[in-house]
């Protein structure tokens, strides 16, 4: 059995009908820019996303950069950002001249440890940037209320967590910046590059519709110095079919999901994930722990199982932050996370057949021993 980490063709083939007929629609209606589908899509995802607006942009990463820039954060000033996670959350901050001042992550959720923010505030901190890792939402109850007394803006990367509930309530509700990406393989991906902000704020919205188009709405005004970062109406109307099924889709994930944790929980030198009893992830990725991970990625790939590591290197790390010299050693968490995380396949498409086939090979796998074997055992 060959099993890819993902197939995203499989979740056309479900749609075509409808994606066919959309595309049809953008392209006899000689609009490709600026249309009804954009703001037919900002209407919808701003519902699903339980907030009051929604701006579509060009990517996830402008969806990060266009926030931080609408609410005026600039040269100088810091954004606390998660030591573990994907390199485009520290990119923003750096794209717009910020500071990314990285925090270790907690090791049930992978995301910001709230316990550890307050004392990595200075003078010049203005933002928290957590990010909904792997579809797993930060603790933004605790967050908020250390942003509100520092004064602090919080921009959420939900890249990973579209559709995802944080005390019943969807990620992106009653968020300043929500950020989320349309990138292909996110759990509601565009046929390329997409990306969106959700917001509580009219003014906000604004500016980052500015923003998105040269500083203009209104042809040749342009009152800002903007870029081009704008969704294109095919895009706009693919994400429209798509966004009527990602509950159902998402919870698809939640069943493989369920599958993982069933078989796999027992392992010994396996750490499943395991979400907190206020969180429904969205399970963009089932990333476990593995203490011989390099061993279990090897064994499933000669079961056929395609995995991925997210991330095999720290953003500290780098080169690309090179310049901020910090060194091995400086976030331990994130670090031995590096050596330890494994991506399943998972999506709305894996079928049971090949959840199963997955955790056999693992439970196979010398790199896992069931419990009550003679072993090691992997606490955290
Ligand atoms: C995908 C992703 C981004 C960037 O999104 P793009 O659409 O690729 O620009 C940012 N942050 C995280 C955590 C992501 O997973």
Request: hydrophobic share 45%.
């Amino acid at each position: 059995m060959d099993v890819a980490f993902l197939d995203l063709s499989a979740a056309y083939l479900e749609l075509r009908a409808d994606i066919d007929q959309a595309c049809q629609r953008v392209l006899g209606s000689g609009r490709y820019l600026h249309g009804p589908e954009n703001e037919a899509f900002e209407k919808e995802f701003a519902t699903y996303c339980e907030n009051a607006y929604c701006v579509t942009v060009g990517s996830g990463c402008d969806a990060l950069e266009l926030s931080l820039l609408a609410l005026g954060i600039g040269r100088g000033d810091e954004v606390i950002v998660p030591s573990h996670t994907f390199i485009a959350t520290w990119l923003a901050v750096s794209k717009v001249g910020a500071i990314p001042v990285p925090v270790e992550p907690d090791q049930v959720t992978y995301t910001l440890d709230p316990g550890l923010v307050e004392q990595a505030i200075t003078p010049r901190t203005v933002a928290i940037l957590p990010v909904h890792l792997y579809g797993h939402p930060a603790d933004l109850d605790v967050l908020r209320p250390i942003a509100e007394r520092y004064g602090l803006a919080i921009v959420e990367d939900a890249a990973q967590a579209v559709g995802a509930r944080h005390r019943g309530r969807r990620i992106g509700a009653g968020s300043t910046a929500a950020a989320f990406s349309f990138y292909p393989g996110k759990n509601l991906g565009a046929m390329g590059d997409g990306g969106a902000v959700v917001t509580t704020d009219a003014a906000l919205a604004r500016r980052i519709r500015l923003l998105r188009n040269y500083g203009s709405t209104e042809k040749y005004v342009h009152e800002i110095r903007g870029t081009n970062a704008r969704l294109d109406e095919l895009q706009a109307a693919v994400l429209r079919v798509k966004l009527t099924h990602l509950d159902e889709w998402n919870t698809r994930r939640s069943a493989v999901a369920a599958i993982y944790r069933a078989e796999l929980q027992g392992l010994l030198g396996i750490v499943t994930p395991e979400p907190l009893p206020w969180a429904e992830p969205a399970w963009h990725l089932y990333v476990l722990r593995a203490q011989d991970r390099d061993l279990v990625m090897r064994d499933l790939e000669a079961a056929g199982v395609h995995t991925l590591i997210h991330y095999p290197t720290p953003v500290h790390l780098s080169p690309a932050y090179a310049d901020m010299e910090l060194r091995k050693g400086a976030f331990p968490i994130a670090e031995a996370l590096s050596r330890e995380v494994l991506s399943l396949p998972i999506g709305p498409h894996l079928s049971t057949a090949a959840a199963n086939h997955i955790v056999a090979a693992i439970a196979r796998s010398s790199g896992a021993k069931r419990l009550g074997d003679a072993g090691f055992e992997v606490r955290y």
